[in-house]
């Protein structure tokens, strides 16, 4: 068979590939995760009683977006890496520009403070659970997300395995916002966004092997 004919017959009876499918796959899983987050972290703590408002609301709100935003800015940079070829880097850039905004806010509010009370507001009652609890809740979102990534084809394994990861922790951080949203913004600052950042360097550890194709 000469090569024209091996060219041409490959070519034959191709269809398009419904770009869409794969974005829903990561959308699904990003949902399934976060239900198996939320679940657990219901059995484990149980219904808050000021899910929806309490003297920190204010607080549980930023928490949330602070997550959230992340989890936005992550999701669509996965779902750009989960095809061959350079995704940008619009959505890290926001990813970035999160994290500066609630590390300023957290400067701000403790020269805003007596300096006697910054150890308090840094280390609040719950910094062990957050340390504990945030990426434990991110596993089984990061376990989803990989299982959707395999069915892509990323070639930057240790930057998606980093994103992927780092959705995975700002998930479990969001859930977690709902038992224990903090008690200041320096406490959200470090004990959300240090946990969400160790899920994210995991993520650039595992991802080479798991997302390998």
């Known amino acids: 068979m000469k090569t024209d004919e091996l060219i041409d017959m490959l070519g034959t009876n191709l269809e398009p590939v419904k770009g869409g499918q794969l974005r ?11 239900i198996a987050a939320l679940c657990l972290m219901l059995a484990i703590f149980g219904v808050p009683a000021d899910a929806l408002g309490g003297e920190h609301f204010g607080l549980k709100v930023l ?11 992550g999701a669509s940079f996965l779902i750009r ?25 957290g400067v701000v509010a403790l020269v805003l403070t007596h300096p006697a009370a910054w ?3 840094a280390f609040g009652p719950q910094w062990a659970a957050c340390l504990i609890c945030i990426p434990l809740f991110s596993i089984a979102p990061f376990a989803s997300l990989i299982w959707a990534l395999r069915n892509g084809a ?3 394994l240790a930057r998606t395995g980093a994103v992927a990861g780092l959705v995975a922790g700002a998930l479990g951080a969001a859930v977690f916002a709902f038992h224990q949203p903090g008690d200041s913004i320096p406490f959200i600052a470090l ?8 899920c994210a360097l995991a993520g ?9 194709w």
């Open 24 to 34: 829903n796959t990561l959308l699904i899983a990003l949902a399934v995760g976060a």
């Open 191 to 198: 004990w959300y966004g240090g946990p969400i950042v160790l």
């Open 63 to 73: 928490a949330l977006a602070f997550t959230l935003g992340l989890v936005a800015a």
């Open 81 to 105: 890496a989960a095809r061959p070829g350079e995704p940008g880097s619009r959505p890290l850039v926001l990813v970035g520009l999160l994290f500066l905004a609630i590390l300023s806010a």
């Open 119 to 121: 150890g308090g507001m």
């Open 154 to 156: 990323p070639t930057n």
């Open 204 to 212: 650039a550890i595992l991802g080479p092997r798991l997302l390998r």
